[in-house]
């Protein structure tokens, strides 16, 4: 049985209005970013597809207030967005794990920076349970399995209590069996917790079936091209014909559809 003290904070609202984002790349403005507009709300997973480089991480990085939008705001329950907290987590494409730590460390390492671990260390173990990682709590990241590591970092997320979960292609490296498996375990997470979940991903079916709203974005400097709701309650079967027609719609719209 979990803790209420690891319940998280209610699922975060994001309003992204109007933002537009560049780089200096040697004196001259590269556009990524064109007066997007989406609005996620408290408790909703959505889902962030667009070809490669279009700028959908620059656009997580703007979420999670590690810089500031060149134009535009991004806010969180109303409240713009100016700096990092704990309530928005990203976990990443790549664990980050500090292989000098045992895996019960890693996860310990955001209680530390706030300065909480000593009164709150039961979170931990709380996270770990929640990530079915409890017998590997003294283990190091070179003793885990790609996907055991990924489950280090969201128990390293779920520690902060988090209102808002940013996945950065979190399953991108794993092998195909374990991502399969690791789509469920998030999407029961984020059922069971509550939290409001932003993904980029480039795999369309993963997005279908973790998410209840995908948005299709244009090459960079990446515009809204289109919304698709997945009115489909969980859990999901991946033969649905239902999905596979938003399939379908999802690769027409990215340009990919010739050839299904």
Request: glycine content about 6%; overall charge negative; charged content about 20%.
């Amino acid at each position: 049985m979990v803790s209420p003290a690891l319940k998280p904070q209610p699922g975060a609202r994001i309003d992204i209005h109007d933002v537009s984002h560049s780089f200096d790349l040697d004196g001259r403005a590269l556009p990524v970013l064109d007066s997007v507009h989406i609005s996620a709300e408290p408790g909703e997973f959505v889902a962030l597809l667009g070809p490669s480089g279009c700028g959908k991480s620059t656009l997580l990085r703007l979420v999670a207030g590690l810089e500031p939008p060149t134009q535009g705001s991004v806010l969180q329950n109303g409240a713009t967005i100016t700096t990092p907290d704990p309530s928005r987590v990203v976990v990443f494409q790549d664990p980050t794990l500090f292989p000098w730590r045992t895996v019960w460390d890693n996860v310990a390492l955001g209680l530390e920076a706030q300065g909480l671990i000593r009164s709150q260390r039961h979170r931990v173990d709380e996270a770990l349970l929640l990530v079915g990682l409890t017998a590997f709590a003294k283990a190091f990241p070179h003793q885990l399995s790609g996907g055991m590591a990924q489950r280090v970092s969201l128990a390293r997320a779920l520690v902060n209590q988090p209102s808002l979960l940013i996945l950065d292609e979190p399953l991108g490296k794993l092998d195909s069996l374990t991502r399969l498996s690791m789509q469920s375990e998030i999407v029961s997470l984020w059922q069971r917790e509550g939290f409001t979940v932003l993904m980029v991903t480039h795999d369309v079916e993963e997005a279908l079936f973790m998410a209840n709203r995908i948005i299709v974005f244009s090459e960079r400097p990446a515009r809204v091209a289109a919304e698709i709701r997945i009115d489909r309650d969980y859990p999901r079967h991946r033969g649905d014909p239902y999905l596979a027609e938003l399939r379908r719609e999802a690769l027409r719209l990215l340009g990919l559809d010739a050839s299904w």
